[in-house]
């Protein structure tokens, strides 16, 4: 096996509190340090520390990793590959260079030495950072200048060569163009059509407030209440508007749902594909729970992304429910200029709990008159949603007040409840393949499932005596 040679250091008393003292911190080789008991007491503060990251880098082992430990410990796969990386590096001192030497065996422990170097110099590059802002020789309260000084680069140089020639490094992870990724996840490539944007802008909003009525309807229950679900659902809204805003055209969606915070904003509405928040999870179990489902459609982030397909400019406005339990006080106003931008987040004095997102469309999306494009949103939004948490309206903005209106619930048109009933009418098999298996739900979670089923086959038994 390649030995590493380790840096000789030499060993002085430990100091009062239990803790090696600064002059062992470093190497003494070459004479580069000289300090005596007096510098020892004044040495600053600055000079301990550089000291301290710099000891923690140098002193690694190969026999801290015995092959006993590998045995008799569970390792994470991650982790495995750096604590083999210590059997195949050495650290050489060269006056004031240090040089890491390497032969690994393979990529991957080559990667891990190349990680290891890109730490060293990190720390290398900070501590001369210290020595020149800071100047170790000075001590507050001393006239004279110490002898301490900082003679090392600030950064270590590399001599990795592979074993026996066994592979050729290169950089061997996957690296995606971001950008790319974005812009196809916001284009046409993915969704096929910019009403898509349009389904996914209201199907956000739908969810918000689906949140907003379950915490109301759990706090009803817990207060052994009727159950307030039909009342709430024509309590609350969600409204779309296609107007003119001087030389722009506006697409504005406004909701009375929960609401978002700061967290969620930066955490879920801007990253693409991030993991169910659990507060989600966490009330979808206790709607289960009172029997009944939370029903959300989607999730945040790459849905967002297919906004930018209607514009680039995008401005939200929201605030966040006291039902939810975590609002902040006040709202939040966000505005970016398209992917890859560098958005704005603001405090905004936003009175009631909900969220409005308004688009600035591109010129192309509204070549001809708003009715015409007000039309076309018209008839996905008639061709795409079958059921709805709350009432809907969009609203042309043109002369005459054209406009879509639904109440909560059912809203399937006529010329496709035929289509949709025979769906729904199918073998019921058909319909249960599409759930995750029952067997990896609780016995609750199977039992407000089973109480659904019912349900539906009493609705579909009612359906097929009106055919």
């Not at 944007?197 to 207060?223: C, H, M, P, T």
């Not at 659902?233 to 929960?258: F, I, M, N, P, W």
């Not at 509405?269 to 009944?292: P, Q």
């Not at 949103?377 to 639904?406: K, M, Q, R, W």
Request: aromatic fraction near 8%.
């Amino acid at each position: 096996m390649f030995a590493p040679h380790r840096l000789q250091v030499k060993s002085p008393p430990v100091s009062r509190y239990g803790l090696p003292s600064v002059r062992r911190l470093l190497p003494l080789s070459a004479g580069l340090w000289k300090v005596d008991r007096a510098c020892s007491r004044a040495c600053a503060m600055a000079l301990a520390s550089s000291s301290v990251m710099m000891a923690g880098w140098a002193e690694f082992d190969p026999e801290r990793t015995p092959e006993v430990i590998f045995r008799h410990r569970s390792i994470s796969r991650k982790s495995l590959i750096h604590w083999w990386k210590d059997h195949h590096v050495s650290l050489v001192q060269e006056g004031s260079s240090f040089t890491l030497v390497a032969r690994p065996p393979n990529a991957q422990i080559h990667r891990a030495a190349e990680l290891m170097a890109d730490d060293i110099d990190r720390e290398l590059a900070l501590c001369r950072r210290l020595a020149d802002e800071t100047h170790f020789e000075n001590c507050p309260g001393m006239a004279g200048k110490l002898r301490h000084s900082w003679p090392f680069a600030s950064s270590v140089r590399r001599r990795f060569e592979p074993r026996g020639a066994a592979y050729e490094y290169i950089n061997g992870a996957f690296r995606p163009d971001t950008m790319k990724l974005l812009s196809l996840l916001s284009g046409l490539q993915l969704y096929g059509t910019e009403m898509a944007a349009v389904r996914e802008l209201l199907q956000n909003a739908f969810d918000a407030v689906r949140e907003e009525i379950s915490y109301k309807r759990l706090a009803a229950l817990a207060g052994r209440q009727a159950d307030p679900g039909k009342e709430l659902a024509k309590q609350h809204y969600v409204t779309l508007e296609l107007k003119r805003d001087g030389d722009s055209v506006l697409l504005v969606c406004t909701d009375d749902g929960v609401g978002m915070t700061k967290r969620i904003i930066t955490d879920h509405l801007l990253v693409s594909g991030a993991a169910r928040r659990h507060s989600i999870l966490d009330l979808e179990r206790r709607c289960l729970e009172k029997g009944f489902l939370l029903g959300r459609t989607g999730e945040f982030g790459i849905g967002v992304l297919s906004y930018f397909m209607l514009g680039d400019h995008l401005e939200f406005t929201t605030r966040r429910s006291q039902s939810a339990g975590d609002d902040e006080g006040h709202g939040w106003s966000f505005v970016t200029d398209g992917v890859g931008s560098f958005g704005e987040l603001r405090r905004h004095a936003q009175a009631g709990s909900g969220t409005q997102t308004c688009i600035t469309l591109r010129d192309e999306m509204t070549d001809s008159e708003l009715r015409t494009f007000g039309a076309k949103v018209v008839e996905y939004i008639s061709s795409h949603f079958s059921h709805i948490p709350c009432t809907f309206s969009f609203t042309y903005g043109t002369a005459d007040g054209e406009s879509l209106s639904l109440e909560p619930g059912w809203c399937v048109r006529d010329d496709r409840a035929a289509g949709f009933t025979v769906h729904m009418l199918g073998p019921r098999s058909a319909i249960a393949s599409s759930r995750s298996s029952d067997d990896l739900l609780s016995p609750e979670e199977r039992q407000v499932l089973a109480s659904a089923d019912h349900r539906s086959e009493e609705l579909i038994g009612k359906a097929r005596s009106a055919l």
